[in-house]
């Protein structure tokens, strides 16, 4: 039997203004219109490990991890399970304005988990088991995110997969020629028109029990496993690794 938490209560997200509430209507449509065609100018190439495939065959939940950097590229990914069958559920932000990655999620079909990593980590991580156990959803979690430090694994999608007994699939990407933002995670826009690859990784397993040397042991294990996966999908399309994880304790704040 799954070691299941106690059903959470619902979460209630900030109110939105009347204001807030009309750009937003507006916005979603044209946001997922963008997303829509930018998808497709892009060359993708998918490599997807076969054991991941059967997992998606048999309908069975598995948490999905990335780089914050790369959410605009793992966005396509994330529509094409969705029409594959797959529930795909995200973590966005409680606050008003993470109303609006809600709407656009659910303009393709997802389901979002509101709650904030930084604040209410635990609250977040009971509805994310909720989520997987009792609606078979596999949430997608962007596992340096959202703060950082970047490229550094914090460990809750490792909590999450360990508490609801499904794997974590690591996910790596890189384009031939892009934009990086000045931001902490120096978020990848791909041109429009440039090669994208994305990469899926072989299933990462961890065990029931834990404990807090064996946590961290896998925590750094899967991180190497997605920087592995950034260079084989760099090499792919041969793009020079320029990009290095921010040394443990480096978050936006210190830059």
Request: charged content about 25%.
């Amino acid at each position: 039997m799954h070691d299941v938490a106690p059903t959470p209560k619902p979460h209630q997200p900030r109110k939105l203004t009347w204001g807030r509430r009309i750009l937003f209507a507006f916005a979603t449509p044209i946001i997922a219109t963008f997303l829509k065609v930018a998808w497709f100018t892009y060359r993708i190439r998918l490599q997807e490990d076969e054991q991941f495939t059967e997992i998606v065959e048999r309908g069975e939940p598995v948490v999905l991890a990335f780089w914050h950097e790369g959410i605009l590229t793992a966005g396509w990914l994330f529509a094409r399970l969705l029409k594959r069958g797959v529930g795909m559920t995200i973590l966005i932000s409680p606050s008003a304005d993470g109303e609006l990655g809600t709407m656009i999620l659910a303009s393709f079909g997802g389901r979002a988990v509101r709650g904030s990593a930084r604040r209410s980590g635990a609250a977040a991580l009971r509805r994310l088991n909720h989520a997987i156990v009792e609606d078979r959803q596999s949430p997608a979690i962007a596992v340096d995110g959202s703060k950082g430090p970047r490229r550094y694994c914090k460990p809750g999608a490792i909590m999450v997969a360990r508490v609801a007994g499904v794997p974590i699939i690591p996910i790596g990407f890189a384009a031939s020629s892009g934009w990086r933002a000045p931001s902490w995670d120096r978020h990848l826009v791909p041109y429009p028109g440039s090669k994208v690859t994305i990469t899926i990784g072989e299933p990462f397993v961890v065990e029931k029990e834990i404990d807090a040397d064996t946590l961290e042991e896998r925590r750094r294990e899967l991180e190497e496993r997605l920087n592995r996966l950034m260079e084989i999908s760099e090499a792919r399309i041969r793009v020079p690794v320029k990009a290095t994880p921010a040394a443990p304790g480096q978050t936006e704040e210190d830059e």
